[in-house]
């Protein structure tokens, strides 16, 4: 899959069809797949993200930040369900994929997040940004429960953890106990 500065996520397949296009009315800034390939996540030059079906290329939902903020990183969860976005402001959103409802939205980049993913069982969520920093966070239950944060610095590409989330071990790599 490509995403064009013309508003289109170009979806190339080994399987012997027509590329799909999904047409956006303005740049598309990241696209990616949905678990079972029927659904594809674009964030857009308008800030928001959107879920579009597939192979019909209707659009399925378009989230926008609840505050004023630009979408710039959009990733679905593992089972499709959910949707976590990260804004230029630092905001980070958790969304229901199928009603556009914000289910959690915890706070603390001081800058633009650029990266946001679930972990792979969808309880946790990752965050990096340009504050320097990257977070986990507890997406199950809705809290907004910092559960580690790195400080990223050129010096030491891993730091240390600030909990002992056996998600992210300290930069020993010995596990937490």
Known sequence: MTATE???AVIHSSIPRPDAVVVNGSAVEQAS???DGSEVLTTDGDGTAKIWG???DHLILT???VGAAVIDTAALSPDGSEVVTGGHDGSVEVWDATSGRELLSPSGHSGIVNSAAFSAN???VVTAGTDGTVRIWDAMPREARTICENRVSNRCPRANCSSTSPAMPPADGARAQ
Do not use: D, M, V, W
């Open 6 to 8: 013309g508003g289109a």
């Open 33 to 35: 797949f949905g678990r």
């Open 54 to 56: 597939l192979p019909s």
């Open 63 to 65: 989230l926008a930040s």
């Open 122 to 124: 969808g309880r946790e």
